[in-house]
């Protein structure tokens, strides 16, 4: 075969090099319209503090709101928000603080204070609290809210938010099956029995309502037990007895049900935050979430009678218990306004004045930092308001509430029990051998780490 068939001829490469070259110019004009320009300055004359941070839409909006408030409150600082997108910036962060020029101050939720504190990213802020601040925020904040920012005893981050799941329950459903929904279980054995009556199924045998089951194991560890970490030792503990007891009772509950009927159930569910929301259409009667959705029911669903329940511990359980996260605030190593960036954080989360902060809360529906801020008048008012959300701001007391444990390799930790979490309820792995399974490649990746010169 002549070669020359296959090489392209003068003006035919021509064409591509210039339409290569055409793709190549938009591509970089896109990349250039798509970086934020400079925000406009309304106090030049002030210290500039930037903030960023990973909400958009009308969350963005509130975050402003917060950002001209605290403008207004002081002649001192400017705080200049920009808000970065949610899949990128994570390593934004870490090529700016690498780079020399970060943030002041980063609003996260990503599980990433322990990982970045380690490796001297972010600020302990008790380098910038005064001796009254930190006893203040020891005594005053919610157990949970400590715990969340705290790395070996020392605050990285101050939440802005906290997040706590609770039952979501429909009363007429309960009425139906012959319940009394004054009367929620006291026991989470007696709640599987009550949604064991308020399941229902087609004529095929297809699940058509879920009344309830207990699933997502690093839930219910807790309630179970200590769950995933020892805070008295600092020591992450996976294969106990109390384990072994909430992941077999959870692959108990999915197993009477079945794995396959539970995937055909839920796929053509969606789990949205607008009036897709299954609870809302009655596919669940009985259903475990976060304070979120009291907002989103009144807003799309504000004629549904639905009911509020902190989840009942299992006998011998602990109540009051479960996995807990939230929003918070951090400060990078090499920021040029730390003080400002302290400032700003005092401001929002109420350290600094929780009768102002509380209407901040209230504008995002979030759960508050301390006691002051949930006993304001403005926040009683909006708890007032929405009811059920009282069932969660009930929870905020609790020393049983548990983040993700606060060990540098969290994020591997947190999938691991993910994902022996799914191969023990599909049945792939039995609860012992999941739990055994994880604790091997926990106890391997310590190793490497100590191997290596790490903190385990």
Not at 18 to 42: E, H, K, W
Not at 142 to 170: M, S
Not at 377 to 405: A, G, M
Not at 416 to 445: C, F, K, N, V
Request: overall charge neutral; hydrophobic content about 40%.
């Amino acid at each position: 075969m002549d070669s020359s068939q296959n090489t392209p001829r003068p003006g035919r490469w021509r064409r591509c090099a210039a339409l290569a070259a055409s793709l190549l110019l938009i591509t970089m004009l896109l990349a250039v319209l798509a970086v934020p320009g400079p925000a406009v300055r309304q106090y030049p004359q002030r210290i500039p503090v930037r903030l960023w941070h990973m909400w958009t839409a009308e969350w963005k909006v509130v975050v402003d709101r917060i950002v001209q408030r605290f403008n207004e409150s002081q002649d001192r600082y400017e705080l200049i928000a920009l808000s970065v997108p949610s899949a990128s910036a994570d390593s934004k962060f870490l090529l700016a603080v690498a780079g020399g020029d970060p943030p002041d101050v980063m609003a996260q939720w990503n599980q990433v204070i322990p990982k970045w504190a380690e490796s001297g990213l972010i600020v302990p802020l008790d380098e910038l609290m005064t001796p009254a601040e930190r006893e203040a925020f020891e005594r005053d904040a919610y157990p949970i809210a400590r715990k969340i920012g705290t790395y070996k005893g020392r605050p990285y981050g101050i939440t802005t938010g906290l997040n706590t799941w609770a039952c979501y329950y429909l009363p007429q459903h309960l009425r139906e099956a012959g319940l009394d929904p004054d009367h929620f279980p006291d026991t989470l054995e007696e709640l599987v029995a009550w949604g064991d009556k308020l399941h229902r199924f087609d004529r095929h045998g297809n699940l058509v309502r879920l009344g309830f089951m207990p699933e997502w194991f690093t839930m219910y560890a807790p309630v179970f037990g200590k769950g995933f970490y020892d805070e008295a030792t600092g020591a992450v503990t996976i294969d106990t007895l109390e384990n072994l007891r909430a992941l077999t009772f959870l692959v108990d509950c999915r197993r009477k049900l079945g794995f396959e009927n539970v995937v055909r159930f839920r796929s053509g569910l969606s789990t949205g935050f607008a009036a897709e929301w299954p609870f809302i259409s009655g596919a669940y009667s009985i259903t475990l979430d976060g304070q979120w959705r009291v907002e989103q029911l009144a807003r799309y669903a504000p004629n549904l009678e639905y009911r509020t329940a902190p989840l009942p511990p299992p006998q011998g359980g602990r109540s009051r218990a479960g996995w807990s996260n939230g929003n918070f605030m951090i400060i990078p190593r090499g920021a040029a306004q730390p003080a400002g960036a302290f400032e700003f954080i005092k401001f929002w989360s109420g350290l600094a004045n929780p009768q102002r902060a509380a209407e901040f809360y209230t504008w995002g529906g979030w759960l508050p930092l301390r006691r002051a801020i949930a006993d304001a008048p403005v926040y009683r008012q909006y708890v007032r308001k929405h009811p059920p959300f009282q069932t969660f701001v009930d929870l905020l007391p609790s020393e049983n509430l548990q983040p993700t444990p606060p060990v540098p390799y969290q994020v591997y930790l947190w999938d691991r029990i993910g994902q022996i979490d799914d191969s023990a309820m599909r049945g792939t792995l039995t609860p012992a051998e999941a739990l055994r399974t994880l604790r091997e490649d926990i106890e391997l990746e310590q190793a490497q780490r100590r191997a290596l010169g790490y903190a385990d």
